[in-house]
T-cell receptor
Framework: DSGVTQTPKHLITATGQRVTLRCSPRSGDLSVYWYQQSLDQGLQFLIHYYNGEERAKGNILERFSAQQFPDLHSELNLSSLELGDSALYFC???????????FGPGTRLTVL | AQSVTQPDIHITVSEGASLELRCNYSYGATPYLFWYVQSPGQGLQLLLKYFSGDTLVQGIKGFEAEFKRSQSSFNLRKPSVHWSDAAEYFCAVAPDSWGKLQFGAGTQVVVTP
């Protein structure tokens, strides 16, 4: 157990819908990273937040957005969902000093 | 462009045999280097990391990796594999201790009796 929690574990929805994925970092960690794992793209970095502020953006679609709240949990919002958005979404956290990232168990999103 | 290459998509190894997984990177400077393991239906677990110093690093579960600057490589090794080592292994790099991880495509390891 990495100490990073993600909910829900599984999500099944239809095209065009909107979903919210939630992540709670390890106690004391200020950074949250979001990654997408799909069969065709592999593991791709989406976005990084540090203490509530966006620090870096990767291959994140405009239909996707994220935020980090004052209690440091983060949410990834996916809207106008397409079949191709079906993937495993991971969040990771790291300590204030940086270093390794600790991954949550992931949320498996299936878009039908 | 920056890249991380894991040349072997799939490796089959007998239980008790040695294992070596290859990782090559193309980066402007020496990046921070990581190996993660993903068991079926699980998240990613960090095996080991290299930031600086001794180029041979020890990790969890009996794994070690060697950083070779001249070859831009960071290969993972285990002297004797166990059936529980069957999983997918990912090499990853980051520009610094804060940066995003860039992952290789992964190597699927199958362990036979």
């Amino acid at each position: 157990d990495s100490g990073v929690t993600q909910t829900p574990k599984h999500l099944i929805t239809a095209t065009g819908q909107r979903v919210t994925l939630r992540c709670s970092p390890r106690s004391g960690d200020l950074s949250v990273y979001w990654y997408q794992q799909s069969l065709d793209q592999g593991l791709q970095f989406l976005i990084h937040y540090y203490n509530g502020e966006e620090r870096a953006k990767g291959n994140i679609l405009e239909r996707f957005s994220a935020q980090q709240f004052p209690d440091l949990h983060s949410e990834l919002n996916l809207s106008s969902l397409e079949l191709g958005d079906s993937a495993l979404y991971f969040c990771a956290s790291s300590s204030p000093g940086g270093g390794e990232q600790f991954f949550g168990p992931g949320t498996r999103l299936t878009v039908l | 462009a920056q890249s991380v290459t894991q040349p072997d998509i799939h490796i089959t190894v007998s239980e008790g045999a040695s294992l070596e997984l290859r990782c090559n990177y193309s980066y402007g400077a020496t990046p921070y280097l990581f190996w993660y393991v993903q068991s079926p239906g699980q998240g990613l677990q960090l095996l080991l990391k290299y930031f600086s110093g001794d180029t041979l690093v020890q990790g969890i579960k009996g794994f070690e990796a060697e950083f070779k600057r001249s070859q831009s490589s960071f290969n993972l090794r285990k002297p004797s594999v166990h059936w529980s080592d069957a999983a997918e292994y990912f090499c990853a790099v980051a520009p610094d201790s804060w940066g995003k991880l860039q992952f290789g495509a992964g190597t699927q390891v199958v362990v036979t009796p």
